[in-house]
C-alpha cells in the first residue's frame, strides 16, 4: 500500500524540470506551483512541536493588543505587551527570554478554522489538516513527514509523541510503520523496548532468531498483503529500537545541570529530550504541554484557569528560548522546525468566572529555526486579536503546506490510500514570504 506513494512522482517531478531548465525556462518562483516545487522547498530535517492542548490564548501570548483595565469586564490583553528583537513586533510581558530570539521566529497570527466548540475535533483538524472523515482516516502530520523523509537512523524511532496518543496522531492509512513511538517518561524509554531482567540477553536473541524465522515464512505466504507487509515492518523497527543507541537517549543526567536547569521543569525537560532525540535522527517529536495543570486548567483557561495563565507563559518561554539557544549552538536551528500551536485560541472577551472562551475565527500559530526566512510575525488581527484585519490569512491547509514546504516535502503531490489518491495538503499553499 506504501510503497507506491510518491516516490514515482517525485521521480517524474524532478525529470520535468530539469527538463524544464535544459529548455531554458525560467519558472516563476511559486510554492503553489507543482512545477517548481523543488526550489521553492526549504531544506530543514526535523521538527520538533510544541503542542499547546486546550486551546493557547493569542492575545495574551503571541499577538498581544491593548491591555484589558480590569481583567473582568473589559476585553484586551491580560498582560503588557513587550518589544522584541524584530522591530514592530511585539510578545506578551511573560515570554521576555523568546521577545529576544525573535529574530529566529515568525508568529503566525492569522491561523483559523471552523471548529469552535469541540476539543476533540479541533485537535484532530490540527494534526491532520482535514475535518474528520468517515470514508478515509487520514494520516497524521507526524506520520506525512517521516513517510515523505528518508529515515536517519535505524537506532531511533522516526516520529515519538510525547503527549495523548489521540486519534489525530495516527498514522492512518499509510500503515504502522509511520505511527509513533509513545513516551510517558523522560528518564526511561518505553517499557516494551526494554528487556525484562529476568530474561537473559542468549535467552532474548535465541527468541529473536526463532521469531525471525516464522515472520519471514509468514511474510513469504502474505507477500501480497500490504496489511501484513506493514504490520511486519513495524515491528522490525521495533525490535531495531530495542537496542542501547535509543536507551541511552534517556539519560538526561549525561547534560550539564546548568542546561537542564535552564529548560526548566517538566515541560523543558521534554523538550530537551526532543532535541537529544533529533540529534541522533529522529524526524519528528511533538511535545505536549498539557501534561501538568499548575494553573488548574492547562491551556483550556475558562475561570479561574485564566488567573494563573502566566505560569503556563512563562514555561513555555523558559523551554522554547533554551531550545532555541541549545539547537543553534550545536548548528541544529537550522535544521530544525519548532511548531507551537494549539487546536483554538481564545476572544479577547472574559466569561463570567473570569476565563476566556474558545475561538478559532483568528488564532496564533509559532514557527522557529529550520532554515526559514523570519521576520518575527506575519499577518495581523483587529484590535482585539479577534478577526483578520490584514496581511496573510492562513488557513490550516497553508499551515500544513508551510510546514511541509520547509521540510522539503512537496506539498502539491498525492497520497494514496490504496489506489485513491489523496491531496497531502487538501488545497493549501506555503506561506510564501518565509521562503523569499
Same mark, same amino acid.
Given at each position: 500500500?506504501?510503497?507506491?506513494?510518491?516516490?514515482?512522482?517525485?521521480?517524474?517531478?524532478?525529470? @520535468?524540470?530539469?527538463?524544464?531548465?535544459?529548455?531554458?525556462?525560467?519558472?516563476?518562483?511559486?510554492?503553489?506551483?507543482?512545477?517548481?516545487?523543488?526550489?521553492?522547498?526549504?531544506?530543514?530535517?526535523?521538527?520538533?512541536?510544541?503542542?499547546?492542548?486546550?486551546?493557547?490564548?493569542?492575545?495574551?501570548?503571541?499577538?498581544?493588543?491593548?491591555?484589558?483595565?480590569?481583567?473582568?469586564?473589559?476585553?484586551?490583553?491580560?498582560?503588557?505587551?513587550?518589544?522584541?528583537? *524584530?522591530?514592530?513586533?511585539?510578545?506578551?510581558?511573560?515570554?521576555?527570554?523568546?521577545?529576544?530570539?525573535?529574530?529566529?521566529?515568525?508568529?503566525?497570527?492569522?491561523?483559523?478554522?471552523?471548529?469552535?466548540?469541540?476539543?476533540?475535533?479541533?485537535?484532530?483538524?490540527?494534526?491532520?489538516?482535514? +475535518? @474528520?472523515?468517515?470514508?478515509?482516516?487520514?494520516?497524521?502530520?507526524?506520520?506525512?513527514?517521516?513517510?515523505?523523509?528518508?529515515?536517519?537512523?535505524?537506532?531511533?524511532?522516526?516520529?515519538?509523541?510525547?503527549?495523548? =496518543?489521540? +486519534?489525530?496522531?495516527?498514522?492512518?492509512?499509510?500503515?504502522?510503520?509511520?505511527?509513533?513511538?509513545?513516551?510517558?517518561?523522560?528518564?526511561?524509554? +518505553?517499557?516494551?523496548?526494554?528487556? =525484562?531482567?529476568?530474561?537473559?540477553?542468549?535467552?532474548?536473541?535465541?527468541?529473536?532468531?526463532?521469531?525471525?524465522?516464522? @515472520?519471514?515464512?509468514?511474510?513469504?505466504?502474505?507477500?501480497?498483503?500490504?496489511?501484513?507487509?506493514?504490520?511486519?515492518?513495524?515491528?522490525?523497527?521495533?525490535?531495531?529500537?530495542?537496542?542501547?543507541?535509543?536507551?541511552? *537517549?534517556?539519560?538526561?543526567?549525561?547534560?550539564?545541570?546548568?542546561?537542564?536547569?535552564?529548560?526548566?521543569?517538566?515541560?523543558?525537560?521534554?523538550?530537551?529530550?526532543?532535541?537529544?532525540?533529533?540529534?541522533?535522527?529522529?524526524?519528528? *517529536?511533538?511535545?505536549?504541554?498539557?501534561?501538568?495543570? *499548575?494553573?488548574?486548567?492547562?491551556?483550556?483557561?475558562?475561570?479561574?484557569?485564566?488567573?494563573?495563565?502566566?505560569?503556563?507563559?512563562?514555561?513555555?518561554?523558559?523551554?522554547?528560548?533554551?531550545?532555541?539557544?541549545?539547537?543553534?549552538?550545536?548548528?541544529?536551528?537550522?535544521?530544525?522546525?519548532?511548531?507551537?500551536?494549539?487546536?483554538?485560541?481564545?476572544?479577547?472577551?472574559?466569561?463570567?468566572?473570569?476565563?476566556?472562551?474558545?475561538?478559532?475565527?483568528?488564532?496564533?500559530?509559532?514557527?522557529?529555526?529550520?532554515?526559514?526566512?523570519?521576520?518575527?510575525?506575519?499577518?495581523?488581527?483587529?484590535?482585539?486579536?479577534?478577526?483578520?484585519?490584514?496581511?496573510?490569512?492562513?488557513?490550516?491547509?497553508?499551515?500544513?503546506? @508551510?510546514?511541509?514546504?520547509?521540510?522539503?516535502?512537496?506539498?502539491?503531490?498525492?497520497?494514496?490510500?490504496?489506489?485513491?489518491?489523496? =491531496?497531502?495538503?487538501?488545497?493549501?499553499?506555503?506561506?510564501?514570504?518565509?521562503?523569499?
Amino acid at each position: 500500500m506504501t510503497a507506491n506513494i510518491s516516490i514515482s512522482r517525485r521521480d517524474a517531478l524532478k525529470t @520535468t524540470v530539469a527538463a524544464g531548465l535544459a529548455a531554458g525556462a525560467s519558472p516563476a518562483f511559486s510554492l503553489a506551483s507543482e512545477a517548481a516545487g523543488p526550489e521553492a522547498l526549504g531544506k530543514a530535517e526535523h521538527c520538533i512541536v510544541m503542542w499547546l492542548g486546550g486551546g493557547p490564548s493569542q492575545i495574551d501570548t503571541f499577538d498581544p493588543k491593548r491591555q484589558s483595565k480590569d481583567g473582568k469586564k473589559d476585553p484586551g490583553s491580560a498582560y503588557a505587551a513587550i518589544d522584541t528583537a *524584530v522591530p514592530g513586533v511585539q510578545l506578551c510581558e511573560h515570554m521576555q527570554q523568546t521577545a529576544s530570539l525573535m529574530d529566529r521566529c515568525t508568529a503566525v497570527r492569522t491561523l483559523h478554522h471552523d471548529e469552535i466548540d469541540e476539543h476533540q475535533a479541533a485537535s484532530y483538524r490540527m494534526h491532520v489538516g482535514r +475535518p @474528520t472523515s468517515g470514508t478515509v482516516v487520514y494520516p497524521s502530520m507526524g506520520s506525512v513527514i517521516v513517510h515523505q523523509k528518508e529515515r536517519l537512523s535505524d537506532k531511533v524511532p522516526a516520529y515519538v509523541l510525547m503527549g495523548y =496518543p489521540s +486519534p489525530g496522531r495516527q498514522s492512518g492509512f499509510l500503515g504502522p510503520e509511520h505511527s509513533f513511538v509513545y513516551l510517558t517518561d523522560t528518564s526511561s524509554g +518505553p517499557k516494551g523496548l526494554s528487556r =525484562p531482567p529476568r530474561i537473559t540477553a542468549d535467552r532474548m536473541d535465541r527468541r529473536i532468531a526463532l521469531l525471525k524465522q516464522m @515472520t519471514q515464512r509468514y511474510g513469504k505466504n502474505h507477500v501480497s498483503d500490504n496489511a501484513v507487509q506493514s504490520y511486519l515492518s513495524a515491528s522490525k523497527q521495533g525490535f531495531d529500537l530495542a537496542g542501547p543507541e535509543f536507551m541511552s *537517549v534517556f539519560d538526561l543526567d549525561r547534560e550539564s545541570a546548568d542546561l537542564r536547569n535552564a529548560y526548566g521543569e517538566e515541560f523543558g525537560q521534554r523538550c530537551l529530550l526532543a532535541r537529544r532525540l533529533i540529534e541522533r535522527g529522529t524526524r519528528f *517529536v511533538e511535545v505536549s504541554f498539557n501534561l501538568t495543570f *499548575v494553573n488548574g486548567t492547562g491551556w483550556d483557561t475558562h475561570n479561574e484557569g485564566q488567573q494563573g495563565q502566566h505560569l503556563l507563559i512563562q514555561a513555555l518561554d523558559q523551554a522554547l528560548s533554551t531550545l532555541m539557544v541549545d539547537l543553534e549552538q550545536k548548528q541544529l536551528l537550522d535544521k530544525t522546525l519548532i511548531v507551537i500551536c494549539g487546536e483554538f485560541g481564545r476572544p479577547a472577551k472574559f466569561d463570567g468566572g473570569g476565563g476566556r472562551g474558545h475561538w478559532a475565527k483568528a488564532f496564533s500559530g509559532f514557527l522557529a529555526g529550520g532554515g526559514l526566512n523570519h521576520r518575527g510575525a506575519i499577518g495581523q488581527t483587529d484590535e482585539l486579536a479577534e478577526h483578520y484585519a490584514d496581511g496573510t490569512q492562513v488557513s490550516v491547509p497553508d499551515w500544513f503546506a @508551510t510546514i511541509y514546504g520547509a521540510l522539503g516535502i512537496n506539498y502539491t503531490e498525492n497520497l494514496y490510500a490504496g489506489d485513491r489518491p489523496v =491531496p497531502m495538503t487538501d488545497g493549501g499553499t506555503a506561506i510564501r514570504e518565509l521562503f523569499v
